[in-house]
């Protein structure tokens, strides 16, 4: 179940963030051998922060559907809100690529030992070659194609339908990988239905998809994820860009960009495939619709990340990896083990942090389906026989 993200659960999360931090930079500074309070100080208000973020985090109230009472939008808002980057994300992911460098300069503290500074420069490019890998967090949330069509709606124009929106799906599909017979590939996907208000025997729902790009595919099936909780049976238009030839044109897969914006205020990001938006945009349905520049819609606020099942786990074996860095932060074991619970304590800290936001912990909201290709389907019955 989702909560709200409160305001004192953001500034708990913040301050832990910040305490770490401190623990990180301390572990950097030389400092000579001894016990390093400096840096178990601040590693201990990280930890109380945590457990009061939780704390706060699993009393805050759950996240509902809006009411779907808001009176329809004739104009459609020129002013498509992007979607936010997530600067507690960035920081963590951070935090967290350099946890077995800070381990090991921490356990390699005041010693002279060829292979206890091996063990530095080893992690420190570890934690150069991850940093760079966290630079697709900076990037844009919205792919080229998005940014047309938010282009375009600033522009004056888009196309667009009514729609309603419908069942969020989460459907796995089988099909034909082309390497040989018998041989299937699988692919999940995430997509909302959005039902068109004057839905005929020639229109079919339209399946809203998370967009594959970079960092974004896990940033927007969440996106879809926190649309899903909040929005199901609200109508609104649903957009694409004036341009949209231009993008399909050279989309291998041929999809389009497109977002659903709500009568009550909220826009939802996506990609559209042909099957889908064929019948609107190649054959006419969705009409050109001017845009209203002095209207602006903007992304549901996100709402807290924790997951029971997930932090119960990964917070648990970070702890662990805390407490295994005790005995070489407090001086209080030879040279030797102090490097072999360096290593223990960083790679804990690592998998932690890097599975922490992993797939698997917004399942609530989705419905699931089964499909397959057609090819699949007609050898399936012969196969019975």
């Known amino acids: 179940m989702q909560h709200r993200s409160t305001p004192l659960a953001r500034t708990l999360g ?14 950097l500074i030389r400092n000579g051998a001894g016990p390093r309070l400096d840096i178990l100080a601040p590693l201990t208000l990280a ?47 951070y935090l967290t690529v350099w946890a077995p460098c800070v381990a090991a300069c921490a356990a390699n503290e005041g010693r002279e030992s060829i292979v206890g500074e091996l063990y530095v420069v080893l992690t420190f490019l570890l934690g150069a070659g991850l940093s760079l890998c966290n ?8 792919d080229r194609a998005q940014r047309m069509l938010r282009q375009d709606a600033a522009a004056g124009s888009v196309l ?27 692919t999940f996907l995430r997509y909302i239905e959005l039902v068109p208000e004057d839905e005929t025997g020639r229109q079919r729902t ?3 998809h998370a967009t594959h790009v970079g960092h974004s595919i896990v940033v927007s099936e969440k996106h879809l994820t926190h649309a ?54 190649r054959n006419g349905a969705a009409s050109v619709c001017e845009t209203d520049a002095a209207l602006t819609v903007t992304p549901l606020p ?21 407490l295994l860095a005790l005995p070489f932060l407090l001086d209080v074991v030879p040279y030797w083990a102090r490097l072999l619970l360096g290593v223990l304590s960083g790679a804990l800290g690592l998998f932690a942090g890097m599975t922490m936001d992993g797939v698997g ?15 699949l389907q007609q050898a399936q019955p012969a196969a019975d026989e």
């Not at 832990?16 to 990180?24: K, M, R, T, Y």
């Not at 630079?135 to 844009?140: E, K, V």
């Not at 807290?304 to 990896?321: E, M, N």
């Open 160 to 186: 667009a339908v009514r729609v309603r929106f419908g069942t969020p799906v989460r459907e796995t599909y089988r099909h034909p990988t082309g390497r040989g017979a018998g041989q299937t590939g699988v």
């Open 361 to 375: 912990v917004d399942q609530e909201p989705w419905t699931v389906r089964e499909r397959s290709h057609p090819s």
């Open 206 to 208: 339209v399946r809203l």
């Open 228 to 281: 899903a909780a909040r929005l199901v049976g609200h109508d609104g238009w649903l957009c694409w860009p004036t341009r949209w030839r231009e993008i399909a044109g050279t989309d291998k897969e041929r999809r389009v960009s497109a977002a659903f914006v709500s009568d009550s205020g909220h826009v939802v990001w996506g990609v559209t495939q042909e099957e889908d938006y064929a019948d609107f945009l």
């Open 14 to 27: 913040a301050a832990a963030l910040l305490s770490a931090a401190g623990a990180w930079g301390m572990a």
């Open 47 to 93: 930890a109380l922060f945590v457990l009061g973020w939780l704390l706060v985090s699993r009393s805050a109230p759950p996240v509902k559907p809006l009411p779907a009472t808001a009176p329809a939008n004739e104009k459609i808002p020129g002013k498509l809100g992007a979607l936010r980057r997530d600067w507690g994300l960035v920081a963590a992911a």
């Open 302 to 322: 996100r709402p807290s990340r924790y997951f029971p099942q997930v932090h119960a786990v990964h917070l648990g074996i970070a702890a662990v990896g805390a």
């Open 135 to 142: 630079l697709c967090l900076f990037q844009s949330y919205l």
